[in-house]
């Protein structure tokens, strides 16, 4: 596979930068938004990024986007996913938070309701939603995440387990064919391990580029989950996964 010294470099802004917009690249090197898209295709096909509508990211399986990136990584799917989970929780109902700028979205999204109890892991989720009287939210112990204000470690682990919650909401960093809920920090998979276990009804809120997407810890599988709310028909083994274990997708 021989690649010209355009192409190398793009590889290079996207792994330095974690996720790079067209606009930005098509700036970059002065050229027209389809040549930089034609080569985000091929680059994309031959493993190297992960192609978005928009941009690209890092392939790594390793590290991560950077959490500023993620924050405005399909935005707009985040949020039409956040307002209609959020339709699920009634007013007064105990739910876990975790890590994740989806996660975040679903926080913004629940400022309407009244009387919410919420255990989370998310420094910024909390954040957002202190900002109401009514509701109560527990923060979990544990390290924080400088990168992006999540609490991880045994201490949030057992933290959690002493709750028993109406809902668990939780947001993934990759899904594979096989169903497999990825991450790339073993200790946050750990602490969203504790709220599937201790959730009456679990949902994920997953947007179309995590299907596919490759991280190397493994935290569970998506048959654990009572409720999948993304914006795109997943692929063919994903959607027979979930009728055969009897799980409800919500396609936004």
Do not use: W
């Amino acid at each position: 596979m021989a690649l010209s010294q355009r192409q190398n470099e793009v590889v290079e802004l996207v792994h330095e930068k974690g996720f790079i917009t067209i606009d930005e690249l098509v700036k970059h090197f002065g050229v027209t938004p389809q040549t930089i898209r034609r080569d985000l295709n091929f680059l994309a096909s031959s493993g190297l990024i992960i192609r978005h509508h928009g941009g690209a990211e890092s392939s790594s399986t390793t590290e991560n986007t950077s959490y500023q990136s993620r924050k405005i990584l399909n935005l707009d799917a985040k949020e039409s996913i956040a307002n209609e989970l959020v339709k699920m929780i009634p007013n007064g109902s105990s739910l876990f938070i975790n890590i994740g700028t989806t996660t975040e979205t679903i926080a913004r999204a629940l400022l309407d309701h009244k009387s919410l109890n919420i255990v989370t892991n998310n420094i910024h989720v909390a954040t957002i939603l202190s900002a109401k009287e009514d509701f109560t939210v527990i923060i979990a112990a544990g390290e924080v995440r400088h990168r992006d204000g999540g609490i991880i470690g045994e201490a949030t682990c057992d933290f959690m387990s002493q709750f028993n919650m109406d809902f668990g909401i939780i947001g993934i960093s990759g899904i594979s064919n096989d169903g497999s809920l990825l991450e790339f920090d073993f200790r946050e998979v750990r602490v969203a391990q504790a709220i599937i276990d201790n959730s009456t009804n679990v949902l994920l809120a997953a947007d179309h580029s995590k299907f596919g997407r490759n991280a190397m810890i493994k935290q569970g599988n998506i048959t654990q989950i009572n409720h999948l709310f993304t914006d795109q028909v997943p692929p063919n083994d994903i959607v027979e996964l979930l009728a055969t274990n009897s799980i409800t997708t919500h396609i936004i």
